[in-house]
C-alpha cells in the first residue's frame, strides 16, 4: 500500500490554507510535463490509499470519513508475487479517523477491490494510531508518528500481515507546502524474503486560491540491506491537485505514471472527505 495530513481544518495531501506561513510568496511550483509509458511492467502493486500524509491530526471530539478511490488504467497483466494482475482494477478504500487528544488520532481502513477474474471483493483492514508535536509547541517543521497495522488477503495483497511506522515531517512557507514520509514497512512475505521495506513518498504543492497543484513522488526501494534494483523497484509520479471546499470537506486528485518497469504505467486516482464534530 502506498500512501502516505497541516492544522485547523484537515485537506487531504497539501492541506494548504492551515499553516499561516510569514515567508514571501515567491516560489513557484514547475511542473514536471512527463510521458505515459505503455510498457507493461512485470510485477504487481497494492496501490489502495494513495496519500501523502501531513503532520497535523483530526482536531479533538472530531471524526473524518475518508474514501479513497483509484483506478489502474495500465498495469500488470500477470499475476506476481501471490498477487491478482492490476491492469484494469479499480479499489476503493473506507478511511474513518477519530481525534482523542491534542496529540493522538486513531484511524482505521476496510479495502476493496473490483476487477475481472476474481479480483472484486474484501482485501483487508488496518488499524493506524498517530501521535504529533502540538501546534502550541510553536516548532519549525510539523512533526508527527503513524503506526499501522492489520490483515490483508492474498491475491489482493502479497502478504497477510503488515507493519508500518511512518514519520512524517511537512513544512507551510507562504503558499508553498512540503511533506515527507519516510514510510518503513514490516512484511511476513513467504520464503526467506521477510522483514522491513522502505517507501518512502513526498509531497510539493502551491496554493493559488482554492486551487492546490502538486507533484507527489512514491518509492518502494526493497527490503533493508538489499534494495531492489532499480527496473524492479517502484517509483511512481503523480501530478495532483487538492481544491479547499471548505475547513469541513476535503478533496484531491491526481494521475500518476510510473517511472521504472517495476510500476503501473497510469494510476487515477480521488479521495473525498468529510469531518464532524462527534
Not at 139 to 157: C, H, R, T
Amino acid at each position: 500500500m502506498v500512501s502516505c495530513r497541516l492544522s485547523g481544518r484537515r485537506v487531504i495531501i497539501s492541506s494548504s490554507a492551515l499553516y499561516k506561513g510569514r515567508l514571501s510568496d515567491k516560489f513557484i511550483i514547475t511542473f514536471v510535463l512527463f510521458s505515459i509509458f505503455f510498457i507493461k511492467p512485470l510485477i504487481a502493486q497494492d496501490n489502495y490509499e494513495i496519500q501523502i500524509y501531513e503532520a497535523s491530526l483530526v482536531e479533538k471530539h472530531h471524526t473524518m470519513f475518508e474514501l479513497h478511490t483509484n483506478y489502474t488504467a495500465i498495469g500488470s497483466t500477470v499475476p506476481a508475487n501471490d498477487m491478482f494482475y492490476s491492469d484494469n482494477l479499480f479499489h476503493a478504500t473506507l478511511e474513518v479517523t477519530h481525534g482523542f487528544t491534542k496529540w493522538m488520532e486513531v484511524g482505521a481502513y476496510v479495502f476493496t477491490s473490483i476487477g475481472s477474474d476474481g479480483r472484486t471483493g474484501f482485501a483487508g483492514t488496518h488499524i493506524r494510531p498517530r501521535v504529533a508535536f502540538p501546534e502550541s509547541m510553536n516548532l519549525p517543521v510539523g512533526l508527527s508518528l503513524s503506526g499501522e497495522f492489520g490483515y490483508q488477503k492474498l491475491g489482493f495483497f502479497g502478504n497477510h500481515w503488515i507493519v508500518e511506522f511512518r514519520p512524517i515531517i511537512d513544512k507551510k512557507a507562504g503558499n508553498f507546502y512540503f511533506s515527507f514520509n519516510s514510510t518503513v514497512d514490516w512484511l511476513a512475505d513467504k520464503g526467506p524474503k521477510r522483514g522491513w521495506q522502505f517507501n518512502p513518498c513526498f509531497k510539493a504543492s502551491y496554493e493559488i486560491g482554492k486551487l492546490i497543484p502538486g507533484l507527489e513522488y512514491y518509492m518502494g526501494l526493497g527490503y533493508f540491506g538489499q534494495f531492489d534494483p532499480f527496473p524492479a523497484q517502484k517509483h511512481q509520479l503523480f501530478m495532483s491537485f487538492d481544491y479547499d471546499i471548505s475547513s469541513d470537506w476535503e478533496f484531491n486528485a491526481g494521475i500518476g505514471t510510473g517511472l521504472s518497469s517495476g510500476s503501473d504505467k497510469l494510476i487515477l486516482k480521488c479521495i473525498i472527505g468529510r469531518r464532524f464534530g462527534f
